[in-house]
């Protein structure tokens, strides 16, 4: 079991920068890769990055590739992303998951990969 909980939203003007924190409980942290992911009102929740149990292997959507980057921390049982050069189409609700490493090879994509995922935190890019 791994309950996750994310922090670090907020409102920021669009060119700024804002780092999202997902912290998550249990032991078994290192053994699962996370993503993060986004749903804007109205549309279907969308893959932004996903990140390997070791932080070998990394993935980022077309649309915040070369502004976002994801990390992970197995020490602190913390996964991050930092978001520079926001946009107001980067407004959403975001969320962190974890998936079993066998399932997400592959599939990093697919929201039904992910076992748990926190209850999201809002970000809002305008002037």
């Known amino acids: 079991q791994v309950q996750l909980v994310e922090s670090g939203g907020g409102l920021v003007q669009p060119g700024g920068s804002l780092r999202l924190s997902c912290a998550a409980s249990?032991?078994?942290?290192?053994?699962?890769?996370m993503g993060w992911f986004r749903q804007a009102p109205g549309k279907e929740r969308e893959f932004v990055a996903g990140?390997?149990?070791?932080?070998?292997?990394?993935y980022y959507a077309d649309s915040v590739k070369g502004r976002f980057t994801i990390s992970r921390d197995n020490g602190k049982n913390t996964v991050y992303l930092q978001m520079n050069n926001l946009k107001p189409e980067d407004t959403a609700v975001y969320y962190c998951?974890?998936?079993?490493?066998?399932?997400?090879?592959?599939?990093?994509?697919?929201?039904?990969?992910?076992?748990?995922w926190g209850q999201g935190t809002q970000v809002t890019v305008s002037s």
């Open positions: 998951a974890a998936a079993p490493l066998g399932r997400w090879y592959g599939n990093y994509r697919q929201v039904d990969v992910y076992d748990y």
């Open positions: 249990g032991r078994t942290f290192s053994s699962y890769c």
């Open positions: 990140i390997s149990w070791s932080s070998g292997s990394i």
